[in-house]
């Protein structure tokens, strides 16, 4: 049977850059788009990784806004991968999309080429929050978007959403989550916002400009989602993830207390994010661009036009390299599958690893149960809603 893999591009280009954005993301490089796809797709045909057997499950267009640059840019680089790799029957390929780059033509195009998910960074729908983030786009855009996408049709579509931002209720937190639901998108991804360095909201706020986020508000915006969601018939599968489920209705894990549990599956779970919780091989292509394989994590050079030269010269645009031992690995495969409702399956876990993880982690385990951050049935290990809320003191356990 071929091993699996997921494919990822990333797109460094956008309009304008958001006030939280410290993504490797440029408003100032249109003129390199088309150099930018050519070296891409050039990067993808050149891959000499042994990956002869491999098929890819998944292909991910991130950024940046991909939705940015021209739909034959974006099919040149999507043409590149089908020629290197096997695609799998049914592979998802999703698309980012802001909003401010509705447009319906170019959606049905995407279609077109076999792009079959779309993710759509609204991030609220409240107007002065988006003025606020210096999004570039408006409430009535967003819905615009999700509308057009569907005539062009897109029947899986993701929107994005970030809570605890400067000068956010918890009133308008509710508005933003009963406007989602109204939509009914099959996924829903909600995160915390996090005020990275060097950004100009952490600008802002050391400026006096807005408050620091309220992390009992987050909080409490957290549990408020999970709340709704769970009423509006939306499963969560991850920590910060949210889909409609396809025949099993909304589910709860309390069930997996027993060993002998049946996990619902979804259609509209994103595989190549799964990818990630499961510490599975990914490649990624373009500036900046992370790999995971054969136990190794490289990645490529940031600058868009360094990327180029170096790729127009014949040259590996790889900045870095990291072996990652087997210590390494079996730390991550811990933590990440954690952020998964379904836990980590402890018969997978041997299988990969060789040993009991209930041997390898009791006495983490023991502590983490007895402070209500997980649970434990014979089959698994999962986080509580409390251990949701307080992941990352959980995760950190597990570091070696």
Request: glycine share 6%; with cysteine; aromatic share 12%.
């Amino acid at each position: 049977m071929n091993s699996e893999i997921a494919l990822f591009v990333f797109i460094p280009f956008c309009k304008i850059k958001c006030t939280y954005c410290d993504f490797n993301a440029y408003a100032n490089l249109a003129r390199v788009m088309e150099p930018y796809a050519d070296a891409v797709a050039q990067e993808i045909s050149d891959c000499r990784l042994q990956i002869a057997d491999l098929t890819a499950k998944s292909l991910y267009f991130g950024g940046g806004t991909p939705s940015l640059v021209p739909v034959a840019q974006i099919e040149k680089i999507l043409r590149a991968c089908e020629s290197r790799f096997a695609f799998a029957p049914g592979i998802e390929i999703t698309l980012e999309a802001n909003p401010a780059t509705a447009d319906e033509t170019k959606l049905r195009a995407y279609r077109a080429l076999g792009i079959n998910r779309l993710s759509i960074g609204v991030q609220s729908f409240d107007d002065a929050t988006l003025r606020r983030l210096n999004r570039g786009h408006t409430v009535a855009d967003a819905i615009e978007m999700f509308e057009l996408a569907r005539r062009a049709g897109f029947d899986n579509i993701n929107l994005d959403f970030i809570f605890g931002l400067p000068l956010q209720t918890l009133a308008d937190w509710r508005a933003t989550l009963r406007r989602a639901i109204a939509l009914a998108p099959e996924h829903l991804s909600l995160y915390a916002l996090k005020v990275e360095e060097h950004t100009g909201l952490e600008h802002q706020i050391a400026r006096g400009k807005y408050p620091k986020p309220d992390d009992d508000l987050a909080a409490d915006m957290y549990e408020l989602a999970e709340e709704m969601l769970d009423t509006a018939g939306y499963a969560q599968y991850e920590i910060s993830n949210w889909t409609r489920s396809v025949g099993v209705g909304n589910w709860k894990l309390d069930v997996g207390r027993q060993s002998n549990i049946q996990l619902p599956t979804s259609n509209f779970q994103s595989r190549h994010n799964l990818t990630y919780w499961h510490n599975e091989p990914y490649l990624g292509f373009g500036a900046g661009a992370h790999s995971f394989f054969e136990r190794a994590r490289f990645w490529n050079v940031l600058s868009p036009v360094e990327y180029i030269e170096k790729i127009t010269r014949g040259e590996s645009a790889m900045a870095d390299r990291e072996e990652i031992n087997r210590e390494l690995e079996i730390a991550e495969t811990m933590f990440l599958g954690l952020r998964l409702n379904e836990g980590i399956a402890f018969e997978n876990f041997a299988q990969r690893f060789g040993e009991d993880a209930r041997v390898r982690y009791a006495k983490e385990i023991e502590e983490l149960k007895e402070m209500g951050l997980i649970e434990m049935s014979d089959a698994r290990v999962w986080l509580t809603p409390r251990g949701r809320l307080l992941s990352n003191e959980v995760f950190w356990r597990f570091l070696p």
